[in-house]
């Protein structure tokens, strides 16, 4: 051992491998991946909740909560350190107390799962989870059986990763940093043969301090690939011209500009389905649909359809496999309909993101009423940083609701988020905004406004108190005539 790394030999010694911080999508995915070959896994985390906390239950890998040494009782071979993991959480403490073995999520992925692999690294600020959900699916559906992993449920396997016989290794590439010893971002450990590159933008302003920061990680990204490699990358953003202009290895662009060499035209969006067609290099190429909405979803699919070709596979299969796709666990995911109103529960956190959903929510239910439920959670979010853009993003839904910032303590007054400019700044763009605290007040505000016909997206990247379920539970309620008057009778009113 140096510098907390293990040699792959160290490394399969080791039976009992713990992971702090379980619940991240990606570091359960791991434990499971670790269990399949025969680890004896154990995790914790300070508070679990779906869909991770029923996956890791699926797998059986217990689970304890909240963190505390104990947890580190029997003592483990291997301690893997989630990147949310700082100094002062009591299980680390305790693992460098007793010289307990440890390294990053990141090195052992590489060591144990990636060397060998020809590796195919899906980045970008926003669409990763989706892209390689939607790239695995190909290969699958192909016959090639990768490995992967995503963060988050991809709905086609029922899991966030797959450990197979394939020699292709498809993986959502992070940008986020590695452990709390290793400030660097995740996906430089992966060394990709190949990358899917779908945006550029400012993001994670816990850890970069601007967007010329952001672009030096994915300039090294870009560094990594061979010159055998591909990168296949989104035709517009001037950030992205930037992290691509000193690549080594073939760049081709997909995107709706004449300029690119895989253009999307034809695009149709419709009730149930959403069609388009491929030209590659102004010829036509091919034609594609499938079930999901939004304009970001096309851009997705494109890009793994690109990715897959470029690997041999034929644009029949690519058609075919897209047509079925399903989705992922927290992507315009309904979790309910009570009474002729939808409610949607979408990972969304950064202001392009939530615009890219709201613009699919309206385009899928156009004479719906749209209605945005937010919490500032993520650590972009959280700060002001980008709070002009969010104020325009929430704008496109018709009813605004926003929650206290997640743990605004942590953050400095001067730099948080301010609920009141930004309610302020969302009627100047003609909308209402209220600011609720607390979900219970959110569910008793607006569950007696809802009627038939809305639809409700929950934005968030926790668990936000509850919401999903408390939300539908008190619409049944209200229409079950147990508070209030029944929806029904008020729709007729």
């Known amino acids: 051992m140096r510098g907390g790394r293990f040699s792959i030999p160290e490394i399969v010694k080791r039976k009992h491998i713990h992971l702090i911080g379980i619940c991240g999508t990606a570091m359960a995915s791991l434990a499971g991946m670790l269990k399949e070959r025969g680890f004896h896994v154990t995790g914790s985390d300070a508070a679990a909740y779906p869909p991770m906390s029923e996956f890791l239950k699926s797998l059986e890998i217990p689970l304890a909560q909240p963190f505390s040494p104990q947890n580190l009782e029997p003592r483990p071979d291997l ?16 693992v460098l107390d007793e010289r307990i073995a440890f390294c990053s999520m990141p ?10 692999r020809e590796v195919i690294v899906v980045a970008g ?6 892209t390689t959900s939607m790239l695995a699916w190909i290969f699958q559906s192909a016959g090639l059986r990768p490995s992967f992993l995503i963060g988050g449920i991809a709905e086609n396997f029922g899991s966030s990763f797959q450990v197979a016989e394939g020699k292709h290794f498809i993986i959502e590439g992070d940008e986020y940093d590695t452990a709390f010893f290793d400030k660097g971002p995740k996906f430089l450990h992966y060394f990709p043969d190949s990358v899917i590159l779908t945006s550029v933008e400012f993001d994670h302003a816990d850890i970069y301090k601007d967007l010329e920061a952001v672009e030096i990680a994915f300039k090294r990204l870009v560094n990594l690939v061979p010159r055998r490699g591909r990168i296949v990358a989104f035709d517009t953003g001037e950030s992205l011209e930037h992290c691509l202009a000193r690549a080594f290895c073939p760049v081709e662009r997909y995107g709706s500009h004449a300029n690119a060499a895989w253009q999307v035209t034809n695009l149709r969006f419709e009730p149930a389905r959403t069609s388009w067609s491929v030209l590659r290099d102004a010829k036509p190429w091919g034609d594609f649909e499938f079930s999901l909405a939004g304009e970001y979803n096309v851009w997705n699919a494109t890009a793994a359809a690109v990715m897959a070709a470029a690997y041999g596979i034929a644009k029949e299969q690519i058609a075919k496999a897209l047509s079925n796709f399903k989705s992922v666990k927290r992507r315009l995911e309904v979790r309910a309909e009570v009474n002729g109103i939808t409610i949607i529960d979408d990972f969304a956190h950064h202001p392009t993101a939530i615009a890219g959903t709201l613009k699919a929510l309206s385009a899928r239910y156009p004479r719906a009423r749209l209605w945005a439920i937010l919490e500032p959670r993520s650590n972009t979010l959280r700060r002001n940083v980008l709070q002009n853009d969010l104020a325009k993003s929430l704008a496109l839904a018709d009813e605004i609701v926003v929650a206290n910032v997640f743990k605004s303590d942590a953050i400095p007054e001067a730099d948080r988020l301010d609920l009141a400019a930004l309610a302020t700044a969302i009627q100047k763009h003609g909308r209402r905004a209220r600011i609720v605290p607390e979900v219970d007040g959110i569910v008793q505000l607006v569950a007696p406004e809802m009627r038939p016909g809305d639809v409700v997206t929950i934005l968030s990247n926790g668990g936000f108190g509850g919401i999903y379920e408390k939300l539908p539970q008190r619409l049944k309620a209200i229409s079950e005539g147990a508070h209030g008057d029944p929806l029904e009778a008020r ?3």
């Open 491 to 493: 729709a007729k009113a």
């Open 107 to 116: 090195q052992i992925l590489h060591d144990e799962f990636l060397q060998g």
């Open 79 to 94: 301690v893997v350190v989630g990147n949310a993991i700082s100094r002062a959480n009591v299980e680390l403490e305790y």
């Open 125 to 130: 600020t926003h669409g990763k989870t989706t």
